[in-house]
C-alpha cells in the first residue's frame, strides 16, 4: 500500500510540475477530449484569446477558430483524434472579441492515469510575422511590376534607338550617294569646261590664222 501511494503521490506531483509548465509556457497551450470538449486552456491561451480557463473548460474548441473556417479546422482536427499528427498547422483563430489571429501549431496526444485521451494544441501566435510577410511580398510584387515596366521602357527606347541608328545610317548612305553624284557632276563640268575651253582656243587660232591670211 504504501508504494502504490507513493507511485500516486509522484504521480500527482508529476502532473503538478507538467500543469506548471504548460501554465506558464510562453505560448498558447489548450487540450480538447475526442469531442472537442476543451478540459485545458494556460494561461497564455487566456491572454492570446480573451477567455478565462474558467470559460474556456468545457467550450468546444472550434469557438476558438472564425465562423466561416470552423468545417476546415475541424476536419483537421478529426485527423488528430484518429492518429494522424501534422508537424505544423497554420490555424486561423478567433478571439472572444472577435478579432482574427493567426496560429502556428504542434499536436500532441497524451493518456491520463484513466486511461483517457487529451489531444493538444501549442499554439504560437504569428499574425504580425503573416502581416509583415504579407507586406514584402506585397513590396516585392510591386518592385517586381515596377521593373517590368522599367524594363519594357528600356526595351522600347532601345527599339526607337535602334530605328534612329538605322534611319541615320541610311541618311548617311543616301547624303554620300549624292556627295559621289555631286563629285562625278563636278568632273563632268569640269572636263566639259576644259573641253570647251579648248575649242574656244582653237576657234580663236583658226580665225587668228585665217585673218593674217586674209591682210597677207
Sequence with gaps: ITERKLAEERL????????TVFDNAPVMIWGTDDKGTLGYFNKMASKMMGYTSEEAIGM???????PDERDDVYNKFKVHVEGGLEERLELPLYTKSGERLIGSMAQATYEDETGKKWYFGFIEDITER??????????????????????????GANKELISEVGERKEAEKALLQKTNELDSLNKELHDLTMAMTRVEENERKRFAKLLHEGIG
Design 130 to 155: 503573416k502581416r509583415m510577410e504579407g507586406e514584402l511580398q506585397r513590396a516585392h510584387d510591386e518592385l517586381e511590376v515596377k521593373v517590368l515596366e522599367r524594363t519594357s521602357e528600356l526595351a
Design 12 to 19: 500527482r506531483a508529476s502532473k503538478r510540475m507538467l500543469e
Design 60 to 66: 468546444f474548441n472550434m469557438e476558438l477558430h472564425p
